[in-house]
């Protein structure tokens, strides 16, 4: 494919460069997430996954549907998991 068009070059030209900031600002948000939970797992001496998980319910406000998954998955694990003996 080649674009011969001026106004059409321009166009996509300015869509990548409008694209390329958006994914700078996106990783430099991610750079922040990761400090402010390194940051937090030193001070308060909580392991990072952890929080990670912490601040992805608290964003999501999901905590509910977190304890039944984990109620269900516990209720899966024990039938799974103990058997009687033969």
Same mark, same amino acid.
């Given at each position: 494919? #080649?674009?011969?068009?001026?106004?059409?070059?321009?166009?996509?030209?300015?869509?990548? *460069?409008? $694209? +390329?900031?958006?994914? %700078?600002?996106? /990783?430099?948000?991610?750079?922040? =997430?990761?400090? #402010?939970? *390194?940051?937090? *797992?030193? @001070?308060?001496?909580?392991?990072?996954?952890?929080?990670? @998980?912490?601040? %992805?319910?608290? $964003?999501?406000?999901?905590?509910?549907?977190? =304890?039944?998954?984990? /109620?269900?998955? /516990?209720?899966?694990? /024990? *039938?799974?998991? %103990? %058997? +009687?003996?033969?």
């Amino acid at each position: 494919m #080649i674009v011969n068009n001026p106004n059409d070059r321009k166009v996509i030209l300015d869509a990548m *460069s409008e $694209h +390329s900031n958006s994914v %700078t600002r996106v /990783e430099a948000e991610k750079d922040l =997430q990761k400090n #402010i939970i *390194s940051d937090l *797992s030193d @001070k308060v001496g909580i392991d990072k996954k952890f929080l990670n @998980k912490l601040a %992805t319910m608290y $964003h999501n406000q999901n905590f509910q549907q977190f =304890q039944q998954e984990r /109620e269900e998955i /516990e209720e899966l694990y /024990e *039938s799974v998991m %103990t %058997t +009687s003996a033969p």
